[in-house]
């Protein structure tokens, strides 16, 4: 009875023992992830940041853009924390700037950061004027511009040169060329009468134009109409041609290469034509669209007639080539 009685006063002691240090053990972990939590929720996300992300630097065709200068676009500094930072106005700041196409702002908590960038790809180069200077710029597939002067390099030289019925006085970067279009016309809508009355007639009928003058708010409802109009008429024609050209450019670069030029012609009823001139061939091409079977059979039909000789232009608008010789007539 009295070695059991001492067992038991043993076994409780060595319990107490377990139990005092399991409670020193849990009071430990409890001001362990006392102080993580306050670490991790009051004290890191108002320090500065400790990492930030930029996906997509290397993509920028730029050696003028560092990260530092993004960071600097971005209006981050070094004590920029995860609190102080705004995803959607750093997005709103990147993209005030015209060789982006998108930028995507990720805060990560507690104390990190991921910008992600997506140049605009050049898909055209132009030529525009600046105070009174012929200078080149870049296009992407929406029609923005987004390199201007020294800066078109890295490739440029290998995109065709977009000429003819194109309005870009004094581009800047972001500048939409259908909305300069659409600013040239309204504006010579306002300053010749003349060729307002020939727009009205064409689009709204001669009866109408004898009324554009007799109110002012019929003077201004008809202005808007016609640039609305010919606002959608433009990217109607240079969206989709664009963008076609993009697709060109990513599957069949060398198609691209091979052109020199296309030329923006507008026809007699208000629409636009292209007239293309190849790189190694003296043959220009009239087209009414452009994709990348009709610019193989193009380039390749005019290849074929350049072997005859004497050959100086190939019209391919209806669908089957037609073309006529120099000094000629269609054949």
């Not at 959608?232 to 450019?249: G, V």
């Not at 030329?263 to 994709?291: C, D, M, T």
């Not at 080539?321 to 269609?330: E, H, L, N, R």
Request: charge should be negative; hydrophobic fraction near 45%; aromatic fraction near 10%.
């Amino acid at each position: 009875m009295a070695g059991e009685y001492m067992y038991q006063e043993g076994t409780k002691a060595v319990s107490g023992r377990f139990e005092k240090i399991l409670k020193i053990f849990i009071i430990f972990a409890a001001l362990i992830l006392a102080a993580e939590l306050i670490w991790l929720l009051g004290v890191s996300p108002f320090r500065p940041l400790a990492r930030i992300d930029i996906v997509g630097l290397e993509t920028i065709n730029s050696s003028s853009i560092d990260r530092e200068e993004i960071l600097a676009m971005a209006g981050i500094g070094p004590d920029t924390s995860y609190i102080s930072t705004h995803a959607s106005g750093i997005e709103r700041a990147l993209m005030s700037y015209g060789f982006l196409e998108t930028a995507r702002v990720y805060r990560q908590f507690p104390d990190s950061l991921q910008i992600v960038l997506e140049p605009r790809r050049a898909v055209l180069s132009a030529l525009a004027d600046v105070n009174s200077l012929t200078v080149p710029v870049l296009l992407d597939s929406q029609g923005v511009i987004f390199k201007i002067g020294e800066s078109v390099t890295n490739g440029s030289s290998s995109l065709p040169i977009l000429s003819g019925f194109i309005a870009m006085d004094n581009p800047f970067p972001g500048m939409s060329i259908t909305l300069s279009m659409k600013e040239a016309y309204t504006s010579s809508l306002r300053t010749d009468n003349s060729f307002l009355v020939m727009e009205v007639n064409k689009y709204l009928g001669e009866n109408f134009s004898s009324r554009i003058w007799a109110d002012n708010q019929v003077y201004e409802d008809v202005i808007a109409y016609l640039s609305d109009a010919y606002y959608h008429r433009t990217r109607a024609f240079f969206i989709p041609l664009f963008m076609e050209l993009e697709r060109i450019q990513i599957s069949a670069p060398g198609l691209l290469a091979a052109i020199s030029e296309i030329k923006v012609l507008q026809n007699a009823w208000g629409g636009y034509e292209l007239e293309i001139f190849p790189v190694h061939q003296q043959i220009k091409v009239r087209l009414s669209e452009l994709n990348e079977d009709v610019l193989r059979y193009t380039l390749l039909l005019v290849d074929v007639l350049a072997l005859e000789g004497g050959i100086n232009s190939l019209d391919f608008r209806s669908g089957i080539a037609s073309y006529i010789p120099k000094g000629g007539v269609s054949e």
